[in-house]
């Protein structure tokens, strides 16, 4: 019985080792922000530059990120194209047929990005912060690029000036006669223009403010969910103060 165990833990081991050589490997904690009106307006600012230009978040309105803390006129000098307009959706000016043509498919809308990314790893964000810190050189993808949580994407590595270039490092694992790679960590070829710290900052920002424009109403819903519950079990007190008041006198 005891020698099955160990056979099932070492099958085990070695399956888990075989999906982290085909790009599965464990997603990393994202830094939860979303109340940090300061890291949000880094966020908008890093999506702006690097996601907008192929990416659409067609149900978010620029005019909505006064919500958190970037005004009207902000908006108009450091977020907006020269043809849109602070009422408009955020619209990629991407053509679909040449993005086709280009990345082998149509960049997907982000607004719900990361709500719909959450999987047996984690959270969509822990999946984005992973995702987007995991990117590397690959001269037989169209793109030059590749990435271990999405391997043979076709996104190219939009942001590898501030994190420079990067190669994945592995480790030969024999288990019963089958040897596999397994994840080690990453060795810089050329540095970028930002440490690893603040590349995971940048990261965590930008990662926050999809997380925020997933759901703007997020914070309030969860600020009036609190307050609900605190005047439920208020109220629960005087219901049961009122109970034992009407029933006193019956025997």
Known sequence: MKKLILTLIAALGFVAGAHAAEGGIAWDKAPNKTNDLASLQNGAKLFVNYCLNCHSAAFMRYNRLQDIGITEQQIKDNLLFTTDKVGETMKANLDPRQAKEWFGGVPPDLTL????RAGHGGTGADYLYTYLRTFYRDETKATGWNNLVFPSVGMPHVMWELQGDRRPVFDKVESHGHATEVFKGWE???PGTMTPLQYDQAVGDL???LQWMAEPAQNARIRVGVWVLLFLVMALV???RLNASYW???K
């Open 188 to 190: 810089q070829v050329s």
């Open 248 to 250: 006193k006198d019956v």
């Open 113 to 116: 990005v990361a709500r719909s």
């Open 207 to 209: 990662v926050s403010y």
């Open 238 to 240: 005087f219901v049961w």
